[in-house]
């Protein structure tokens, strides 16, 4: 019951653009992403509380639509260090913590 | 703020012995979650504790695995009678306040590998 990233996989050149989405079979009431880079831990990017929700940081916004239980991650004029495993994450049953199956994402020059 | 540290980083050991994993969340944050994560897959949740009081558990956390916090400080991990399966990296996160909204930071993890 893990919320579904797609895609699993993206390749970019910097400067390009990127969406990543999450989708949810449960209801969502919020939606957390973190960027993990090989080897280390994941990092927090954003978190988004309600539906329609749109937050943004430098060039990685992302939003969040209740009724089609999804949000995504947009990356915009991809650097280098965007390069990474990006997770979406939500509290589904009871309270656990799920995080999304993961999208990887690298940015070539 | 130190961040949340875990110890040891990496761990080697033969089926069938005890171990024991421990982390420190950054102070005063409430929340404390332990996680494990394989190669290409993401972070599963394991447990997660308030302050010292162990709110949820995963079915993955089966009756050789058991968490504390008490003192609702640090928090240990111990897996007894290790399995081959058991090779992950285990990572805890920590969150200020009383929901699951707050941003969760996390440790550097310790990778358990079973001989």
């Known amino acids: 019951q893990q919320p579904v990233q797609s895609p699993q996989a993206v390749i970019l050149r910097e400067g390009e653009d990127a969406v990543i989405n999450c989708s949810s079979s449960?209801?969502?009431?919020?939606v957390h992403w973190y960027r993990q880079k090989h080897g280390e831990a994941p990092v927090f990017l954003m978190i988004l509380l309600k539906g329609g929700e749109q937050k943004g940081h430098e060039k990685i916004s992302a939003s969040f639509n209740e009724k089609k239980q999804q949000s995504s991650l947009y990356l915009t004029a991809s650097q280098l260090s965007y390069s990474g495993t990006y997770f979406c994450?939500?509290?589904?049953?009871?309270?656990?913590?799920?995080f999304g199956t993961g999208t990887s994402l690298t940015v070539i020059p | 703020d130190t961040g949340v540290s875990q110890d040891p980083r990496h761990k080697i050991t033969k089926r069938g012995q005890n171990v024991t994993f421990r982390c420190d969340p950054i102070?005063?944050?409430?929340?404390l979650y332990w996680y494990r994560q394989t190669l290409g897959q993401g972070p599963e949740f394991l447990t997660y504790?308030?302050?010292?009081?162990?709110?949820?558990k995963s079915r993955l956390l089966s009756d050789r695995f058991s968490a504390e916090r008490p003192k609702g400080s640090f928090s240990t991990l111990e897996i007894q009678r290790t399995e081959q399966g058991d090779s992950a990296m285990y990572l805890c996160a920590s969150s200020l306040g009383m929901g699951s909204n707050q941003p969760q930071h996390f440790g550097d993890g310790t990778r358990l590998s079973i001989l």
């Open positions: 449960k209801a969502l009431y919020s």
């Open positions: 994450g939500t509290v589904l049953t009871g309270n656990q913590f799920y």
């Open positions: 102070s005063e944050h409430n929340r």
């Open positions: 504790f308030q302050n010292e009081a162990q709110l949820e």
